[in-house]
């Protein structure tokens, strides 16, 4: 919890600017962006920038699980990454509870680091190979000396238990485990500082489908039981619609559709967003879909199209499509409050 002497105590906001935030909201993103610099020349100098996140806004509501889906190269994982701040920001704000994790100092990141975890996606490379396991999971204790040796020791056996796991493996190496253990450790090393958010960064994606399924439960138990609001990226749409409650699709380092997760399923409106769930195979052939895939390649975010960035590839594109790039606006058509799309033929099509 924050130190109620911190200067972020009370809702203050990190450079004294008001950050209210709404009773049921955590976690509020403010026009995100991550750029990296393309340097060139004699003199290194910045001719362009990869725009991996370029201007990202959405609330996550406590307890809930937002899904993060998008193509490859979307910026999906990128976006998880900056709100931790293992990236730095290049603009915008990431408020937690009233705290602006985006221009947080050294110290008061340091606090913020016990409320919001993640999960990686590669169970092996996100683990110390040269560790035990039980060192791993008491790794964020000993680092905030929360408790004595012996405390920490306990609560590393009843993480261990409580994501299934024996209190035997403490002292086996994560080359010893199997996938699907490895990334019980690595969820049991996220839950260790009992944090409020978790960001998982497409925690299955490295598995077989048959441990997909217990890991999945087993977040899904978690968060009942411990209360936790989880930021969830993945690109398989299957695992997103079983285990979320709202749903934020991205494109091209841009949410181009958010809302719950029956309106996306069954009512998508942006083209990208029927696309992919066009894409999405069905083994009854009964219910097959007759919507065309996706034409062309993906855009480079060096050099993103003019207007809205889907219009290259999008079957409803018209020429006002490349004047100018479409925000994020409320769609009624829904019956979701929350539905929000960034298209400028979405009362259309």
Known sequence: ??????????????????????????????DLKKHYPIRGGVFSRVQAAVKAVDGVSFDLMKGETLGLVGESGCGKSTLGR???????????????????????NKKQLFVLRREIQMIFQDPYSSLNPRLPVGDIVREPLDVHTIGTR????????ELCLQVGLKTEVINRYPHEFSGGQRQRVGIARALAL?????????????????????????????QKKLGLTYMFISHDLSVVEY????????????????????TIFDAPTHPYTRALIASVPNPDPR????????????????????GCAFHPRCPFA???????????????????PRHVVACVRKDEI
Request: charge should be negative.
């Open 82 to 104: 900056t709100l931790m701040r293992l990236e730095e920001p290049t603009e915008g704000r990431v408020l937690f509870e009233g705290a602006d994790l985006a221009h947080a």
């Open 150 to 157: 012996e405390e920490r020791q306990r609560k590393v056996e």
């Open 318 to 336: 018209q020429p006002k499509c490349k004047e100018a790039r479409p925000e994020l606006e409320p769609f009624s058509g829904s019956g979701d």
């Open 287 to 306: 219910k097959r879909r007759k919507q065309a895939p996706i034409e062309g390649e993906t855009p480079s975010p060096v050099n993103p199209p003019r």
């Open 194 to 222: 009992e944090p409020k958010v978790i960001v998982a960064d497409e925690p299955v994606s490295a598995l077989d489908v048959s441990v997909q399924a217990q890991v999945i439960n087993l977040m899904v138990q978690l």
């Open 1 to 30: 919890m924050i130190d109620p002497k911190s200067p972020m105590a009370d809702g203050a906001a990190v450079g004294g600017v008001g950050t209210e935030l709404a009773k049921d909201t955590i976690l509020r993103v403010q």
């Open 243 to 262: 285990i979320s409650d709202s749903i934020a699709i991205m494109y091209l380092g841009r949410i181009v559709e958010m809302g719950k997760k029956e």
